[in-house]
Structures are given as C-alpha cells and as structure tokens.
C-alpha cells in the first residue's frame, strides 16, 4: 500500500526566523501592482453573502462591513443582478467590486460554507494527511462555485488543474530527494536578506528554517552574491542537509522574475546568472530548457510571419514544437499538469 504523500511530518521544526526576518519572507509572496499601477490601483476586496439574489451582507476587506443597501442597484437592474447572483454569476459581484473600488470579489451563497464543510466531512478519511485533506477542500470549493454557490473575481487560476496527491509526490521527489535539503537565498546591498530551507525526511519535510542560524556560519560576505552564495549554500549542507535544489538571486531580480510573463525570462536569467540555480534537478533543467526553446520559436514564428521567402521554415517550426510536446513529460510543469511559475504571477501581479 502506498504511503500517501504530506506537506510537512508531526514533529516537523521551525528555527532561525526572526520577527523581521518572518517579516521579510511573508513580503516576498504579497501580491503587488507594476509600479506605475501601483498608487491608481483599488485595494482590498469585497465579500457578499446573498440569498435568493439579495444581498444580506457585504463587507470590505479595507473599510469593514458595509450597509447591503447601499450596493442595490435602480429597479430596472435589480432582477438582472438577482439573477445574476442567484446563478453564481461572475457579472454582479464585478459590479459591486467597482462600486466599492475592490480589486477583487467573492460571491456565496447564504448556506454555502456549511455546504463546503459537509462535503468536506462526509469525504474526509481518518488516515488523510494534510496535502490529501488541502486538495479535497480545494476541489469542493472548485465544485461548488461551478454549480453556482461561489462566485469568485477575477478568476486568475481558472482552468489550472487540481493535482492529484501522487502528482505532488512524484514532483516532490523530482526536486528534492529524501534526505536533502530545498534553499533559497536572497541577497540584497551586498547582505543575506533571506532565507528559506526545507529538509525533507520520507514523504514530508521535517525542518523549515529561516536564515539567522545561517548568518553566522557565513560569516563576513564580499558583497558579491555570485560568489557569496557559495558561502550560503555551504551553511545549509553542514548544517542541516545535502542539497537537493537550491535557487540564488539579488532580492530585484527575484522579485522582477515572480511577475514576468515573457516568456524565457527564467532561462535568460539564469544563463547570465542573474539567478543561479545550484543545484539544478533534472526536471528544473528541462523546464528552462523548454521555456528558452519556447522563446526562440516564439521568435522565429514571428520573423517567418513577417519575411515570405522564410515561410517553408513553417514545417520545421512545427517539428520542433512536436519535439518540445514528447518530452515535456520530463519537466515539473508536466509533471503537475500546469506551469507553477504561470499561477505565481497569477496569484502576485496585480
């Protein structure tokens, strides 16, 4: 029988973090605007519970709770937006966003989150560990805002596929085996701003660590971090682990990298080693390697366009994408059935 696959073990640790060093990595992740968004940009988001169409409560995540009827909106558009709502249409609670300058919306159903939890203990099996439990909430909520009784705005994850447990562990095992160590350090004025390790024991990682036990044995830096960096992913192998996959990079650029949609911009940095990745699993190697050959034929489809006589490389353009589609199977995005770096920018641009 196969052991099913979890985040993190029971007795799992958490050392190193500062306030301001917890801080810093919480930042990391926030969602933000491109800079010349940023000041113009709605903040926050709206909540609505309804029933039957009407608005029984709404509640902004800024300004706290707000009077239903202040949002109703004149006669003639009242039944349209009833039902609307009713049907978990995406429309009305787009509406009700703008209205309250939101960027973002959510739509239930009165009686839908008791909905949820009912599902949720009736499939639940005593033995489900915290990734199986994680991926059946997620496909609930996914069932019931298709059957209407969620509403969600905007829909940055539609058509993502949920995977399955043996998915995440199949991928797991591809970037870090059992025994090493995942690191990611940051590097920011010549200093180690952050930085983050998970050791891996069986299934899960036992040990999530920050980087104030890794400053010491550092020690002073040269204010290069090519060549510092070194010095971080030596702190973690005689501290905590061998490791299997680590990711380096100034703080700029990694937080530039999080949001750029073009495509090759990973490969780009790391083959001018504005990030270096070391060491690189197989399947994080062939993932760059794809989204490098994915920009070249991007490119190369635009010129044939542009340039007639180029037109009989059409053939040979397809080829290549064929070729690219029989050995995706070996890289993370087909392993998970999505591209992760594609749903990071869509959960943090704004």
């Not at 019931?144 to 009784?149: C, K, N, Q």
């Not at 024991?201 to 510092?228: K, M, N, Q, T």
């Not at 090759?264 to 990030?275: K, T």
């Not at 991007?298 to 010129?303: D, H, I, T």
Request: aromatic share 6%; with cysteine.
């Amino acid at each position: 029988m196969l052991a099913r696959p979890a985040v993190l073990t029971p007795d799992v640790r958490f050392e190193g973090w500062t306030t301001e060093d917890w801080l810093r990595f919480l930042r990391l992740w926030q969602p933000r605007a491109a800079p010349d968004r940023a000041a113009a940009r709605p903040r926050g988001g709206v909540v609505v519970v309804h029933d039957e169409g009407e608005v029984l409560k709404l509640l902004h995540t800024v300004h706290g709770r707000l009077d239903p009827a202040s949002s109703r909106p004149p006669a003639a558009e009242a039944d349209s937006r009833a039902l609307a709502l009713r049907t978990g249409q995406v429309s009305a609670i787009v509406q009700l966003a703008r209205a309250h300058e939101a960027s973002w919306a959510l739509g239930v159903r009165l009686g839908a989150l008791d909905e949820i939890m009912e599902r949720f203990g009736a499939r639940a099996r005593r033995g489900d560990d915290l990734t199986a439990q994680s991926l059946m909430l997620v496909g609930i909520v996914r069932e019931m805002i298709a059957e209407g009784a969620i509403a969600a705005w905007p829909q940055r994850l539609r058509g993502v596929p949920v995977p399955t447990a043996q998915v995440l562990r199949r991928t797991l095992d591809a970037l870090c085996a059992d025994g090493r160590a995942i690191a990611l350090g940051l590097f920011d004025a010549g200093e180690l701003w952050t930085a983050f390790v998970a050791r891996r024991r069986g299934a899960a990682f036992d040990l999530l660590a920050g980087p104030d036990e890794l400053r010491p044995a550092i020690g002073l830096l040269s204010g290069d971090w090519r060549r510092d960096y070194r010095h971080v992913a030596r702190a973690v192998e005689e501290r905590y682990a061998p490791l299997g996959f680590g990711c380096f990079a100034e703080l700029g650029t990694f937080r530039s990298l999080q949001i750029d949609a073009r495509p090759g911009a990973w490969s780009r940095a790391a083959a001018v080693r504005d990030v270096v990745i070391a060491p690189m699993p197989a399947a994080v190697g062939m993932a760059l390697g794809l989204d490098g050959v994915r920009y070249a034929l991007r490119g190369l489809v635009a010129l044939t366009g542009r340039i007639g006589p180029l037109a009989v490389v059409g053939p040979v353009v397809g080829a290549a994408r064929a070729g690219i589609a029989r050995v995706t199977g070996k890289d993370v995005g087909a392993m998970l059935g999505f591209d992760p770096m594609a749903v990071l920018r869509a959960l943090l641009e704004r």
